[in-house]
């Protein structure tokens, strides 16, 4: 008889913007007529920009189109983006090979698959709070253990906090595959190149690899922090780095993203070229290739008067995330993020728990956020906003909040 994968069980029992989408279904049952400000989940509002979508549907003419029709593409996605992604990379002084690149439908499934081509018993390490992607994903291949008031036994936590401006140090013991996000969600941290530097040496000097995942990259504003992890010396020897098309152009529905596997990295039972064989073995069995409409759109965002549209977009959403800000400084609230991310942490009022200061906003103010516990056991009594919203539902929110939360 055929038995279930029980390491699901270890999971929390919904996904945490399920857990979120209940609540507020819930509440929107009860109160058919109030209208509901979503600060939740960060998802793109605002419609492509013209050359984005023109790109879009010039990969739908090339399919109407005998002479220029295409099935399936390669996996590692076509040549011409995968070029074009490289070159992203030069424009920052760093090289890579269009054969380090592998695109893929987006910077969620690649941090979801990568550690599929690690050993088992990987030591898995993450900050804390965490995308919960990361976490989740590592539980159901086995390498979580119990889950101990919100925390798996079988992975190491660094401890993201405002004592250490929650860029977390180190994990105490040895971990394998170290996660890093930065610009970070939930956090709204980006890390600078020294702090990234001992993650990179420690990778180095411990044959681990880090699996970044830098899909905020475009809305660093911070002159100097690094837009990729490989602007520090020696990680492509021990670094994987996702992105995305998917915040910064617009893609959340697209679905479009890359991860870079360098040549250079090694590990212990692997020499240069192994794990980027690996990687292509394991999308080339499990993965089709990226849709040709979207990549031609990919191709598009790439262009210079594409990175224009990108950067209309990224300015509208921190435009957004600073108007949040502002407002819940003016509200007396601590709150950090907003600078170089499109998110927004913010100190809970009076200590309160992460989901009964949501329940309290939505009931009192109509707003919806994202708890911090939902992050991990270190966002507890803490709570996200997302940048990623219309203009005049941002401006509504922060005024609800500001006139009718009661404190
Ligand atoms: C979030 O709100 O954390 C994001 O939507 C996560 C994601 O991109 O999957």
């Given amino acids: 008889m055929v038995k279930i994968n029980r390491f699901y069980d270890l999971l929390p029992e919904t996904y945490l913007f399920q857990e979120v989408n209940r609540r507020v279904k819930t509440f929107k049952a009860a ?66 090979d269009p054969l380090e690149v592998f695109v893929s439908d987006g910077a969620k499934c690649d941090t979801a698959n990568l550690s599929s081509i690690f050993d088992i018993g990987s030591i898995v390490a ?70 990234l530097k001992v993650f990179v040496d420690y990778a180095r000097a411990q044959k681990s690899v880090i699996i970044f995942d830098a899909a905020y990259e475009a809305f660093i504003r911070t002159p100097g922090i690094p837009h990729t992890i490989y602007e520090v010396e020696g990680s492509e020897e021990c670094t994987i780095e996702v992105n995305s098309f998917s915040k910064s152009a617009g893609f959340t529905g697209v679905r479009l993203g890359w991860s870079v596997v360098p040549k250079k990295l090694v ?28 990549q031609e759109g990919g191709l598009a965002v790439l262009t210079e008067e594409g990175q224009r549209e990108v950067k209309e977009l990224v300015d509208f959403y921190m435009g957004n995330a600073n108007i949040i800000r502002r407002g819940l400084v003016r509200t007396g609230f601590e709150v950090y993020g907003g600078v170089d991310a499109p998110y927004l942490w913010m100190k809970t009022p009076q200590e309160m728990k992460s989901w009964d200061f949501f329940d309290k906003l939505l009931q009192e103010t109509h707003v919806v956020g994202t708890p ?35 404190l």
């Fill in 372 to 406: 911090g516990v939902g992050f991990g056991s270190e966002g507890e009594g803490y709570f996200r906003f997302s940048g990623f919203q219309h203009r005049d539902i941002v401006e509504r929110a922060v005024e609800s909040i500001q006139n009718k939360l009661r």
């Fill in 267 to 294: 590990v212990e039972d692997g020499g240069p070229g192994k794990i980027n064989a690996l990687w292509n073995r394991r999308q080339t069995t499990f993965f089709n290739g990226a849709s040709n409409v979207a």
């Fill in 126 to 195: 993450v900050q804390d709070p965490v995308y919960p992607v990361y976490v989740d994903t590592n539980v159901i291949a086995g390498r979580g253990g119990r889950n101990i008031h919100g925390r798996h036994m079988g992975i190491l936590y660094m401890p993201c906090t405002p004592e250490n401006n929650f860029a977390p140090s180190l994990p105490g013991l040895h971990a394998d595959l170290i996660y890093l996000c930065s610009p970070n969600n939930p956090t709204g941290t980006a890390l600078n190149k020294e702090q």
């Fill in 31 to 96: 109160n058919p007529d109030v209208e509901i400000f979503r600060l939740g989940v960060g998802n793109t509002t605002e419609p492509l920009k013209p050359i984005t979508a023109d790109g879009l549907a010039r990969g739908v003419q090339k399919l109407r189109d005998v002479k220029t029709y295409s099935g399936y593409g390669d996996e590692q996605g076509n040549e011409a983006l995968r070029k074009a992604i490289a070159q992203y990379y030069n424009e920052r002084q760093v090289t890579i």
